[in-house]
């Protein structure tokens, strides 16, 4: 099913102008990735300006993973009432036959920053793995880490994942702890250059963590991107500057609470493009 719900064109426009003007990357750049989607084009070295790699394998078309939760796995508006789910969540009634919320993947921000990747590299197959699961924590997503990313040994991951994060979850401090741990096992079990991204902004659920903000853990995510020199996308920033002004956050929500609108996810692949950009201002 695709996603109807459209952020009004006056607030869709300011909030394109912020994404383009407002830098919100680290000083850590893709650069392996980078150089992978120059030199991989889907060739073999002999028809190919760049030599043969080291392990006299053809090289690979490039590869993306993307683990997070709804947002990435590109959810949008609810299909059912969210108390009506509330309640069949808890009485243990919600059907195969259940369509909850609206699942539209090309209008998400994975397919999007692709599509952005395919224009700037026009010779170059790269290809997305969404590993984005609706309802999943950090610490769902490190216990499925091997299935879902490692065993790719992909080039690049992005990892979204602080949206949810229930009081049966733990403190901020577990969070943090959870999602270093995800980072550290990528860099030591791939070779993958990976994106730290901070969430779009939201308004309350009846899921939330009453001790634990997603501010909280919007910080969390900028400390260990440095912490651990990994890249920073750090969208939320853009989102922030939006409501700052006094923009009403609804018109970027297609469902009410955290799921951002098709505009939403274009400001995710505009500033996942941004990283590029930067590697190309810095030579």
Request: hydrophobic share 40%; glycine share 6%.
């Amino acid at each position: 099913m695709k996603t109807r719900f459209r952020t009004d064109e006056k607030y869709a426009k300011i909030f394109l102008e912020l994404a383009n003007t407002i830098t919100c990357t680290g000083d850590v750049v893709p650069k392996r990735f980078q150089d992978i989607m120059w030199k991989n084009r889907g060739e073999t070295a002999m028809f190919s300006a760049f030599p043969m790699p080291e392990d006299r394998l053809e090289r690979k078309n490039p590869l993306i993973v993307g683990i997070g939760d709804s947002v990435t796995a590109g959810h949008f508006e609810f299909i059912m009432n969210p108390e009506e789910l509330k309640n069949k969540i808890s009485e243990g009634t919600l059907t195969a036959e259940d369509r909850t919320e609206v699942t539209d993947v090309q209008e998400g921000y994975l397919d999007r920053f692709r599509r952005k990747l395919i224009e700037k590299y026009e010779s170059t197959s790269v290809s997305v793995i969404n590993s984005g699961i609706a309802g999943d924590t950090i610490l769902g997503m490190e216990k499925r880490l091997d299935r879902d990313v490692l065993r790719y040994q992909p080039d690049l991951v992005l990892i979204n994942a602080s949206l949810n994060w229930g009081q049966d979850c733990g403190s901020n401090e577990q969070y943090y702890m959870a999602l270093k741990a995800v980072v550290l096992r990528v860099q030591n079990e791939t070779n993958s250059d990976i994106i730290l991204m901070t969430p779009n902004a939201a308004l309350p659920t009846p899921f939330d963590h009453p001790e634990s903000t997603l501010f909280d853990r919007v910080q969390i995510i900028r400390k260990l991107a440095k912490e651990l020199s990994v890249c920073l996308v750090d969208t939320y920033k853009i989102w922030n500057a939006y409501i700052k002004a006094g923009y009403p956050l609804e018109a970027l929500l297609a469902n009410g609470t955290n799921h951002p609108s098709i505009t939403g996810h274009e400001v995710y692949a505009i500033a996942l493009m941004q990283l590029i950009s930067q590697i190309d201002n810095k030579k």
